[in-house]
Antibody, heavy 119, light 112 residues
Framework: EVQLVESGGGLVKPGGSLRLSCAAS????????MNWVRQAPGKGLEWVSS????????YYADSVKGRFTISRDNAKNSLYLQMSSLRAEDTAVYYC????????????WGQGTLVTLSS | DIVMTQSPDSLSVSLGERATLHCKSS????????????LAWYQQRAGRPPKLLIS???TRESGVPDRFRGSGSGTEFTLTITSLQAEDVALYYC?????????FGGGTKVEI
């Protein structure tokens, strides 16, 4: 069974940093492109970042470019999102999502981890 | 960026009736190299992560009931729930994956 389990969320002050992790199991992690998608409270879905299976290509939404860094460790079956210079508008549930056949659609999602910005 | 616009914002449908959801993209998501529409539909029940229902505009994912049907091409797409069931109450999002940034529509809330 495919499982994606996010961790690392919490309460952080504006300007602070946080590192999210996503532990993958039930599939060959190194074969799949992976993504982070976020959802602000009561709002819609926003794609944040993607990384190809071998980390060759990385993409970011303009809203996070220069502040967030996506990475992965295929030996540990883990995906990461390093977030810095956090802003109030970064408050959201952050989902780890597996990309289906490198297509750009997401066939498996984690349960999400909540990041809350508050001074 | 490709802007995805969904309509209506919300929809109230009786049990067993048809629900029709619309999604429009600001540019075509039909990619010539694949000859496919790079358009997905997701269902998000309250308090849950999204679930992929349909990819390539009309391909139902494994395990998705056949009452969910995707159609359309280019810039206009439709998700039809042919006979609404109680468990279909949810938010539905379309997403284009023809180019980055990957973008989602604002969602349609389906209620009974």
């Amino acid at each position: 069974e495919v499982q994606l389990v996010e961790s690392g969320g919490g309460l952080v002050k504006p300007g602070g940093s946080l590192r999210l992790s996503c532990a993958a199991s039930g599939f060959t992690f190194s074969n799949y492109d992976m993504n982070w998608v976020r959802q602000a409270p009561g709002k819609g879905l926003e794609w944040v970042s993607s990384i190809t299976s071998s980390s060759t290509y990385i993409y970011y939404a303009d809203s996070v470019k220069g502040r967030f860094t996506i990475s992965r460790d295929n030996a540990k079956n883990s995906l990461y999102l390093q977030m810095s210079s956090l802003r109030a508008e970064d408050t959201a549930v952050y989902y780890c999502a597996r990309e289906m056949d490198s297509s750009g659609s997401f066939d498996y999602w984690g349960q999400g981890t909540l990041v809350t910005l508050s001074s | 960026d490709i802007v995805m616009t969904q309509s209506p914002d919300s929809l109230s449908v009786s049990l067993g009736e048809r629900a029709t959801l619309h999604c429009k993209s600001s540019q075509s998501v039909l990619v010539t190299t694949t000859n496919r529409n790079h358009l997905a539909w997701y269902q998000q029940r309250a308090g849950r992560p999204p679930k992929l229902l349909i990819s390539w505009a009309s391909t139902r994912e494994s395990g998705v009931p056949d009452r969910f049907r995707g159609s359309g091409s280019g810039t206009e797409f439709t998700l039809t729930i042919t006979s609404l069931q109680a468990e279909d109450v949810a938010l539905y999002y379309c997403q284009q994956y023809s180019t980055t940034p990957l973008t989602f529509g604002g969602g349609t809330k389906v209620e009974i």
